[in-house]
């Protein structure tokens, strides 16, 4: 009988790990909160920086699994973990000879920082909102215009002590140039702003498609973190900053102002760890054994991670990590049950 | 309202037995303002509120513009906290946002640095020979005001609509500085969006505008308006407020610390008389209120006991907006009927002259 | 229009406007030369700068704020600049400072 | 005989109107020669100068020598259609005085004479001229054939791309290519009726009256001399217009420039001559690397010259140009190309502001003292390592040498002249001739060839001797104070532009580098040595296309298989580290290192 390991979420992360160790004869089970699979990713329009379409990525890692005919419960919550499985919220155990923790992260809550006025004012939105406009194909104001200014605010809950989020979100920064690019795609008279405290371009064509935005789109790159958005008379938004490369107080009005959200750890975190006894980082993500040879597992052996639930990363990383998790854990079974 | 950001920022205020501490600023500029709130609350409200002649000037304006030390500052709150205890008090009431923060930051101080602490305890017994004891509760007077709203609305007799349209009037609220954005959790709403004058106009039917530049100071900061050379920006402060409430036609300002309420008043008709830009309907400037005089409105107190004839941009508008009945000639009627004298008409307080002492003239 | 005298008038916001700068000088020097745009703001330029070696003159800095429609003072400013081209051999993005620094020269100077 | 017929109006208004203008034109250009070129005229003009100059027009507005050189068959042409019409007109002047003897004959007699005289050639026994006159016309003739070949397979002469013309150089070139097949059939017919001709119209009159009917010929003898005369006359109306004007502007550019008449930095009606003198032969197109390397072709200066004839250069084609020289090297006309570019660069606005520069006032970054001066320059900040192997190099000859630069100063104002701010340069010029006479030097050295440059051409030195490190470390070697280990290392030279063609200073750099090793040319090399492409003189081109122009060159210094690639210029040197597979060193560095221990 095949060994079977138990995968916590059901993301892009889970599903990866899933596949790589059924090709590896281990027999996958995944547990997903949500009601269905593909997790966050499924939200997204395009990927940086090809403007790969997510739906390209996402759905043949589901139909896969289907094919696979992996075995998934849907709808259920994990409230325990250990190495031998996981307990749902409804008390019932699903055994297993080593467990996945894939259970990504949480989009940072944008209300959290009400200065911005995120659910307060119309034309405030976030990058998720933004990514959902544009699946549907249609990015306007809330009165149905087009937008002709827009600016997009990095470093929303990310490297911010005051909403408790010390970590960089990584993904924010090329999330928001590619989403300018979108934008000026769509709307090639707008001015779009980016008001950014770093730009940090970390990966393979990154830099390239920043300097891209620069000089192909004449999008406007402002080195100072927004301190106030308000809404003036007309649903404009008038937001300040200090544009820290002239020193100066700058100030303007946008018809749009878009927040690039960042990633959280999940609140979960705390129960799980607590339950299989393994420690968080200092932001809240499962901690693993280290940086280069352990970078998957943990204290506690036979608990293995896949993706962002460790920290914040991108599909790429998160789809290469997977196979690395299946590969780790497959060598686990190997060693613990041929002795 | 679309905020509800508010209610995660809530403070323990006590229901009643209040020490209270003047201020200085509204002492001299809004005397009715500080009366009319010890009057609504022993007198409308019942409670025990004590105006104890003893305690002095925080020395808060001494210490922002570098004349007070920070130890001399230290020992004048200590003592004013051994005056409370010795009147058998607990929550201690501050009239004057300066004020407020001064007791936060000083108890906040103590508390991170107890060195401190233990340094004023030592000064103010060998200047004073009294004891501190820190207070239970620390509130500002509005927070009080917020805490009673709803007791007021039961009572009013005027609520803040406008009578001739039923319309809700458009109030201006307006926090000073150090209510909440030195300590955000001091304050009723935090920092960014403080509810505690929002919540006394909804409570009494009025609007809040919400304008872009409504979390901007109004420029008093004492050195920039002490010297002179700084004024400029203490101005241009008021000004950029102004420009940018005044599209959304306020019927009136309502604030919440002395200096907002004298400044964002005054340099109307500074900003008048400078640039020939005037606010408001008509351009008879906006009038700006305490909160106090709000709720003694509210409560039917007549508008000169209030001492609403201290404001520069006349009040009459509004007063007739609300269908406040009042006598319009003994406005600058002293006590006893004894004429006080009047300003010079300017742009934003020209009411007609149909007043009893000019026709003694 | 009145206006008395207080010893005082109210101060000019020290604030970048993006709504009320004009912003069309700004627009013409990035058609121009789009490459503009593509400063990452290292400051190789002023780094290595003969001019800023002696002087002040700040070029990243000047041509930020002309690209935020800030243009008041930077032709005299930019007169301070010998042209003697060490940025262009250092700016880490290839942007050509010379040929811009000439272009900016001939937008604010009307020439 | 009165030498006149109808068709002759076409070539008699021609010629007048023609004659007219380039007068007009010359006379006017001449006036307003500001007094100094004047000056210069009248004191030249009875001198051997002007020998020289009738030598030089012969040479080259007639034999096109320089254009041989280039290319002999180029050469052949342009010498077939210019010496071999010259020969036309002047045999055509002699035969008529032969046989009409002395006396006053209009314009139009002699050229259309087959026409007025078609028996003339019977009456002698020999048919000398005849034969002669077709003989020249065959010459001119294979010129034209050259020139329809040119236009259709430029490469085979030595030319990978031609000019692209404007509409009236289209309309005279098109006149001039038919002009002498015309005369061919009007000068065949004639014969082909009269029956006498040379060998070649007589030739091909004998077979016309061979295969076409008499009658017809005579209805087509009218009008083939209407259509020579009208494309003459075309031709000459088009040609003080168009790029022909070449063919007679050159002689007085050729009389001016031998009385030492020179563009300069401003610009004056002298310029108008080396204008007009251009032929547009596209000679310049083919070295600019700005078209070999990016396909730039807009800006080459026979287009540049075109545009600024006819006022619609644009700020942009004046800019984008790296003025390495290499068109003006083989520029057949011998135009001041690059000066020429530079002062209309000027026509920017360029006064000063009152207070620029105001701050060059009491700085002084200079140390050291001593009569030699060292000006590293700018660019030589960014490669630190010239200035110290300078220093060493200093050291090890014991000269006491005082930095005028060495935290930075003054820039020595070459990047703004060309920039075309030549006025606002004066300033950085009076500053720092204050500085080298300040502290008395009597040698300055520098190892910026930008600078050297500007030292030389603009700067008032007299009494301090300016000179490149490379000419300094040539004669410390020369005179035996600087010893070097020699080895077997092969070096490959790399000449800057400023320093080569710019002040011709190429034997020095090659001397030292021999001494140290052996040297191995790139294929161009010299006076025709590639361009690095950082030049400051050009504002247009962007940072990729600079990196472009410089790997072809690099290519060709790695293609030496060398083991260290040198330069003399930091710019240079900064473009070919950015793609040598080699190393690359500033000579400086190459002797700094060699120096003899025991020296």
Redesign the interface.
């Known amino acids: 009988m095949a060994h079977r390991v138990v995968i916590v979420g059901g993301g892009a992360a889970g599903i990866q790990t899933a596949l790589e160790l059924k090709s590896r004869g281990i027999e996958p089970i995944i547990v997903e909160r949500d009601i269905e699979l593909g997790g966050k990713a499924r939200g997204w329009h395009k990927l940086f920086p090809l403007f790969t379409p997510a739906k390209d990525i996402i759905d043949p890692l589901i139909a896969r699994l289907r094919e696979e005919r992996i075995r998934c419960f849907y709808g259920q919550e994990v409230t325990e973990i250990a190495s031998d499985g996981v307990v749902l919220r409804s008390g019932e155990r699903i055994p297993g000879d080593a467990v996945v923790v894939a259970t990504g992260f949480t989009l940072f809550d944008a209300?959290r920082k009400?200065?911005y006025g995120y659910?307060?004012y119309d034309n405030v939105i976030t990058s998720v909102d933004l990514e959902r406009m544009m699946n549907s194909g249609r990015v306007v104001l809330t009165d149905g215009s087009e937008p002709r200014r827009i600016a997009f605010l990095h470093c929303v809950g990310s490297r911010d002590e005051k909403v408790d989020q010390k970590h960089c979100s990584k993904v924010c920064c090329i999330t928001g140039v590619k989403q300018a690019i979108e934008i000026k795609q769509m709307f090639p008279d707008a001015d779009v702003f980016n008001f950014y405290m770093d730009i940090r371009m970390y990966g393979p064509g990154y830099e390239e498609l920043y300097r891209s935005a620069q000089q192909d789109y004449n999008i406007h790159f402002i080195r100072g973190r927004i301190s106030?958005a308000?809404?003036?008379?007309n649903k404009r938004i008038?937001i300040k900053a200090e544009d820290t490369l002239t020193g100066r107080p700058l100030r303007m009005t946008v018809d749009m102002l878009v927040l690039l959200v960042g990633m959280s750890a999940n609140y979960e975190n705390k129960n799980l760890a607590q339950s299989a006894g393994i420690p968080l980082a200092p932001n809240g993500y499962f901690r693993t054994q280290d940086s280069f040879l352990g970078s998957v597992t943990c204290e506690r052996e036979g608990i293995f991670f896949a993706g962002a639930a460790t920290a914040p990363k991108s599909l790429a990383d998160t789809l290469a990590e997977a196979s690395l998790t299946a590969s780790a854990v497959c060598n686990y079974i190997k060693v613990k049950y041929t002795k | 309202m679309?905020?509800t950001?508010w209610q995660e920022y809530q403070k323990d205020i006590a229901a009643d037995k209040y020490y209270y501490a003047r201020s200085c600023i509204r002492q001299n500029f809004f005397p009715g303002s500080e009366k009319a709130f010890l009057d609504i609350l022993s007198k409308d409200l019942g409670v025990d509120i004590f105006d104890d002649p003893l305690h002095t000037s925080c020395t808060g304006i001494g210490y922002h513009s570098d004349v007070v030390p920070l130890e001399t500052i230290m020992t004048v709150v200590a003592r004013q906290f051994a005056l409370m205890a010795e009147a058998g008090y607990e929550n201690f009431v501050s009239s004057c946002i300066t004020s407020f923060g001064i007791y936060n930051e000083i108890l906040n101080t103590w508390e991170e640095f107890p060195e401190t602490e233990e340094r004023t305890r030592k000064y103010l017994k060998e200047a004073t020979g009294r004891e501190l004891v820190k207070p239970r509760t620390i509130a500002h007077t509005s927070d009080i005001m917020f805490y009673h709203r709803h007791e007021i609305a039961r009572r009013a007799k005027h609520r803040l609509i406008n009578a001739l349209t039923g319309e809700p009037l458009r109030v201006v609220e307006h926090i000073g500085c150090h209510y909440a954005k030195i300590f955000p959790k001091s304050g009723i709403g935090?920092s960014?969006?403080p509810y505690v004058l929002a919540g006394m106009i909804e409570s009494w039917g009025g609007n809040v505008v919400?304008?872009?530049?409504?979390?901007h100071c109004c420029g008093f900061g004492f050195r920039n308006y002490l010297v002179?050379?700084n004024?400029?920006?203490s101005?241009?402060n008021s000004?950029?407020k102004l420009e940018s409430m005044s599209?959304?036609k306020p019927d009136f300002i309502v604030a919440n610390c002395p200096g907002c309420t004298m400044f964002l008043d005054k340099w109307q008709y500074?900003?008048?008389?400078?640039?020939?830009t005037t606010y408001g309907a008509d351009g008879k400037g906006i009038p700006v209120l305490t909160y106090e005089e709000m709720a003694g409105l509210v409560l039917g107190y007549d508008p000169w006991e209030l001492g609403m004839q201290f404001h520069q941009v006349d009040v009459e508008p509004l007063l007739n907006k609300m269908g406040i009945e009042y006598e319009p000639e003994a406005k600058y009627l002293g006590k006893g009927g004894k004429y006080i004298g009047r300003p010079a008409p300017a742009a934003v307080n020209c009411e007609e002259a149909r007043h009893i002492y000019e026709i003694r003239r | 229009?009145?206006?008395?005298n207080?010893?005082?008038?109210?101060?000019?916001?020290r604030a970048i406007d993006m709504d009320n700068n004009d912003l069309r000088k700004s627009r013409a020097i990035i058609e121009e030369m789009p490459e503009l745009q593509a400063c990452i703001s290292c400051g190789s330029c002023t780094a290595s700068c003969t001019a800023g070696n002696i002087t002040n003159f700040n070029f990243r800095k000047l041509h930020t704020s002309v690209r935020r429609g800030e243009y008041k003072g930077a032709y005299e400013e930019l007169n301070k600049c010998m042209l003697c081209g060490k940025c262009r051999l250092v700016c880490p993005r290839g942007i050509n400072t010379r040929g811009l620094i000439m272009l900016i020269k001939r937008k604010l100077g009307d020439f | 005989m009165t030498f006149f017929a109808p068709f002759t109006i076409p070539f008699i208004v021609g010629s007048i109107v023609m004659f007219a203008i380039i007068a007009t034109k010359w006379i006017t250009w001449i006036i307003q020669l500001p007094k100094v070129d004047r000056r210069l005229m009248r004191h030249n003009l009875l001198t051997r100068k002007t020998l020289y100059a009738i030598w030089e027009v012969i040479r080259e507005s007639l034999l096109h020598v320089r254009i041989f050189r280039v290319n002999p068959l180029l050469g052949f042409m342009h010498m077939s259609l210019a010496f071999g019409w010259f020969l036309l007109i002047v045999v055509g002047w002699i035969e008529t005085t032969v046989y009409l003897g002395w006396q006053m004959i209009p314009l139009q007699g002699h050229v259309f004479f087959k026409y007025f005289a078609p028996l003339n050639g019977i009456d002698t026994h020999i048919h000398l001229f005849d034969h002669l006159m077709d003989a020249l016309l065959l010459f001119v003739l294979i010129g034209v054939a050259l020139a329809w070949f040119k236009r259709f397979r430029a490469r085979a002469m030595g030319m990978r791309r031609t000019t692209r013309h404007r509409l009236l150089d289209r309309v005279a070139l098109t006149a001039l290519w038919f002009i002498f097949p015309a005369r061919l059939i009007a000068e065949s017919i004639t014969s082909a009726i009269y029956g006498n001709g040379g060998f070649l119209t007589g030739g091909i009159g004998g077979w016309l009256n061979n295969i076409i009917h008499h009658d017809i010929l005579v209805a087509l003898y009218e009008p083939s001399w209407w259509i020579y005369s009208s494309l003459l006359g075309a031709f000459f109306i088009a040609l003080p217009f168009s790029r022909y004007m070449h063919i007679f502007t050159e002689i007085p550019l050729i009389f001016l420039r031998q009385w030492q008449l020179r563009p300069t930095s401003e610009r004056k009606s002298y310029d108008n001559f080396e204008i007009a003198a251009c032929s547009r032969c596209g000679i310049c197109i083919d070295p600019c690397q700005l078209q070999s390397d990016l396909g730039i072709n807009d800006t080459q200066s026979v287009y540049y010259l075109r545009d600024r004839r006819y006022n619609m250069l644009t700020l942009k084609v004046a800019n984008n140009c790296l003025m390495c020289g290499r068109c003006e090297a083989v520029c057949p006309v011998g135009i001041n190309l690059s000066t020429l570019r530079l002062n209309s660069r000027a026509k920017r606005r360029n006064i000063p502001h009152e207070g620029r520069y105001k701050y060059f006032a009491g700085i002084d970054r200079s140390n050291g003292s001593g009569k030699i001066g060292y000006f590293a320059g700018c660019m030589t900040t960014l490669t630190p390592s010239v200035q110290r192997s300078m220093e060493k190099i200093f050291e090890a000859v014991g000269d006491e040498v005082w930095y005028a630069d060495k935290d930075g100063g003054v820039c020595c104002g070459r990047p703004l002249m060309l920039s075309g701010e030549t006025d606002a340069a004066r300033k950085m010029v009076v500053y720092n001739t204050d500085l080298f006479r300040r502290y008395e030097i009597t040698t300055l050295i520098t190892s910026c060839p930008i600078c050297l440059r500007v030292f030389k051409e603009s700067y008032r030195l007299d009494g301090i001797e300016v000179l490149h490190h490379s000419q300094y470390i040539d004669r410390l070697i020369a005179d035996g104070r600087l010893m070097l280990d020699a080895s077997s290392e092969v070096f490959t030279y790399h000449d800057p532009c400023e320093l080569g063609r710019g002040l011709g200073i190429y034997d020095e750099p090659r001397n030292i580098l021999t001494t140290l090793g052996s040297l191995r040319e790139p294929w161009h090399n010299r006076d025709n040595a590639l361009c690095c492409g950082s030049s400051l003189a050009n504002t247009i081109i962007d940072d990729q296309q600079q990196r472009r122009i410089a790997e072809r060159m690099t290519t060709e210094l790695d293609a030496t298989k060398c083991h260290t690639i040198v330069t003399a210029c930091p710019l240079c040197n900064k473009a070919i580290s950015r793609t040598a597979h080699h190393p690359t060193q500033d000579i400086a560095e190459v002797v700094a290192r060699n120096i003899h221990q025991n020296c």
Not at chain 2, 210 to 215: A, L, S, V, W
Not at chain 3, 1 to 4: E, G
């Open positions: 209300h009400q200065e659910g307060l106030e308000a809404e003036t008379i008038q | 679309k905020r950001s935090g960014e969006f919400d304008y872009p530049e409504r979390r002179q050379a004024r400029g920006s101005i241009a000004h950029k599209p959304y500074a900003i008048a008389e400078m640039d020939g | 229009m009145r206006s008395l207080f010893g005082y008038a109210i101060s000019h916001p």
